[in-house]
């Protein structure tokens, strides 16, 4: 099965991709981790464990949390605030993600697309795809505030898929044995 795994907004947040990956490329699986161009030392990681990547933006992470002028949103007092901004930030990354990730899907024709809680791109490009979606969640998941603040950003791919919301994983695993018998079981 060909599998796209779509990387969070850290280094942090993909390793645990890049486990499941190299889980699923010892069970003999086809797996291709898409991100920012520059994941960081993620990228030196996915190599180590023969993952390939694929950039699909230039942009980074960072960049989402800067105002068009380069100055960073300044961060709220208020804890809910706080996560607010950073849902609008991280839809705003999975936004630029989404420029670039249906086409690697059109491309590579995926059967399943997995990613982490803060990888808000990976389950549009899934519905994008018509494939299932699976959740790691090794990391921990993103608040309600965040979902739905990251959702509010991502209006326009949404209707483009004629979704209201973002769609829930199909299934989630916290562990690369996990994820492998995941996709044991979607066939």
Same mark, same amino acid.
């Given at each position: ?13 993909? =390793? ?8 699923? *490329? ?21 190599? %180590? ?19 068009? %002028? ?27 993600? *989404?420029?670039? =990730?249906?086409? =690697? ?9 997995? %990613? ?5 791109? %990976?389950? =549009? ?11 790691i969640t090794a990391a921990p998941g993103e608040p309600l505030a965040v979902a739905l603040a990251a959702a509010a950003e991502l209006t326009p791919q949404l209707e483009g898929l004629g979704l209201y919301a973002l769609p829930r994983p199909d299934l989630s695993a916290d562990t690369p044995e996990a994820f492998v018998a995941a996709l044991a079981r979607l066939g």
């Amino acid at each position: 099965m060909r599998i796209l795994f779509v990387a969070g907004d850290t280094p942090e947040a993909v =390793l645990p991709l890049i486990a499941a990956a190299r889980a699923a *490329l010892v069970a003999g699986h086809e797996v291709v981790l898409a991100g920012a161009a520059d994941l960081g030392g993620a990228a030196e990681a996915a190599a %180590g464990a023969g993952v390939a990547t694929a950039a699909v933006t230039a942009r980074t992470p960072a960049e989402a949390f800067v105002d068009t %002028g380069g100055n960073p949103f300044p961060v709220p007092q208020d804890p809910h605030e706080r996560r607010v901004l950073r849902g609008r930030c991280l839809g705003r990354f999975a936004a630029w993600c *989404l420029e670039g =990730l249906p086409g =690697l899907a059109d491309r590579r024709r995926p059967g399943v697309v997995a %990613g982490v809680p803060s990888a808000f791109a %990976g389950p =549009l490009v899934a519905a994008h795809a018509k494939v299932p979606y699976v959740q790691i969640t090794a990391a921990p998941g993103e608040p309600l505030a965040v979902a739905l603040a990251a959702a509010a950003e991502l209006t326009p791919q949404l209707e483009g898929l004629g979704l209201y919301a973002l769609p829930r994983p199909d299934l989630s695993a916290d562990t690369p044995e996990a994820f492998v018998a995941a996709l044991a079981r979607l066939g």
